[in-house]
């Protein structure tokens, strides 16, 4: 087996350009979740853990 991933996905959230404002809460509660430890949890809970939670900040 090697190490590394097979296929990777990620998972984003949509804000149609101009709401300055949902952009805003929807990044300030994924940041207050990913902190918390809330998102590790619910990975961990469904059999993901090997899933890694992005870092504190990242945007693509």
Same mark, same amino acid.
């Given at each position: 087996?090697? @190490?590394?991933?097979?296929? $990777? $996905? =990620? &998972?984003?959230?949509?804000? *149609? %350009?101009?709401?300055?404002?949902?952009?805003?809460?929807?990044? =300030?509660?994924?940041?207050?979740? %990913? =902190? @918390?430890?809330? !998102?590790? %949890? !619910?990975?961990?809970?469904? =059999?993901?853990? &090997?899933?890694?939670? $992005? *870092?504190a900040?990242?945007?693509?």
């Amino acid at each position: 087996m090697l @190490d590394g991933h097979f296929h $990777a $996905a =990620g &998972t984003a959230v949509a804000v *149609p %350009k101009g709401h300055t404002e949902a952009l805003e809460v929807f990044s =300030g509660m994924i940041e207050d979740l %990913k =902190g @918390d430890g809330t !998102v590790r %949890k !619910v990975f961990d809970a469904h =059999g993901m853990e &090997t899933a890694t939670v $992005a *870092p504190a900040g990242s945007r693509s």
